[in-house]
T-cell receptor, first 111, second 114 residues
Framework: EAGVTQFPSHSVIEKGQTVTLRCDPI?????LYWYRRVMGKEIKFLLH????????ESGMPNNRFLAERTGGTYSTLKVQPAELEDSGVYFC?????????FGQGTRLTVV | QKEVEQNSGPLSVPEGAIASLNCTYS??????FFWYRQYSGKSPELIMS????GDKEDGRFTAQLNKASQYVSLLIRDSQPSDSATYLC??????????????FGKGTHLIIQP
């Protein structure tokens, strides 16, 4: 069974540019989560989809971040325009029950 | 405010000994608790989940939960060098509409000395 897949694995962009991260969850998992880890800090929750609906987006830092989940399958997280403080590792996770499985993450560097 | 606290370490344990990792949480309504292992540059890997007070054993791993004291621990028996990693404690709180996202601690860096 394929795990959670994220791409790109790395992205380096300039401040002010736009970046879109993609996550493909484990097939059949209704729950999809986005998390972020900035250097020296703990992994922080961003938002939670149940199928195609946003269940909880209380962790989204500001309106420069937009997440979508098309047809309850893959999800994208767009940052527009990117700022320096957006640098970090963005993880996606999926679950069917309470146990969540993580992707490899996308390391985003904004310069 | 949800908060999960762990000693960041490093925690150094000789090979073959028992490694003991601890975690406390502040939200009394928390109901589900998880331990993830993360190797450097890799994704968090779920190794244990525990939902009720007491001990839960899986191979060399034992998770312990005490809701009254708001702490959860992970014991690793017969520690191996391959157990060297960062161990993340995570807590989930149900909102009634399903499982909320996880709140993580900063992690404990474990080093198993050969």
């Amino acid at each position: 069974e394929a795990g959670v897949t994220q791409f790109p694995s790395h992205s380096v962009i300039e401040k002010g540019q736009t970046v879109t991260l993609r996550c493909d969850p484990i097939s059949g998992h209704d729950n999809l989560y986005w998390y972020r880890r900035v250097m020296g800090k703990e992994i922080k929750f961003l938002l939670h989809f149940v199928k195609e609906s946003k269940q909880d987006e209380s962790g989204m830092p500001n309106n420069r971040f937009l997440a979508e989940r098309t047809g309850g399958t893959y999800s994208t997280l767009k940052v527009q325009p990117a700022e320096l403080e957006d640098s970090g590792v963005y993880f996606c996770a999926s679950s069917q029950g309470y146990e969540a499985f993580f992707g490899q993450g996308t390391r985003l560097t904004v310069v | 405010q949800k908060e999960v606290e762990q000693n960041s370490g490093p925690l150094s344990v000789p090979e073959g000994a028992i490694a003991s990792l601890n975690c406390t949480y502040s939200d009394r309504v928390s109901q589900s608790f998880f331990w993830y292992r993360q190797y450097s540059g890799k994704s968090p890997e779920l190794i244990m989940s525990i939902y009720s007070n007491g001990d839960k054993e899986d191979g060399r791993f034992t998770a312990q939960l005490n809701k009254a004291s708001q702490y959860v621990s992970l014991l690793i028996r017969d520690s191996q060098p391959s157990d060297s990693a960062t161990y993340l404690c995570a807590v989930i709180r149900y909102s009634g509409g399903g499982a909320d996202g996880l709140t993580f601690g900063k992690g404990t860096h474990l080093i198993i000395q050969p």
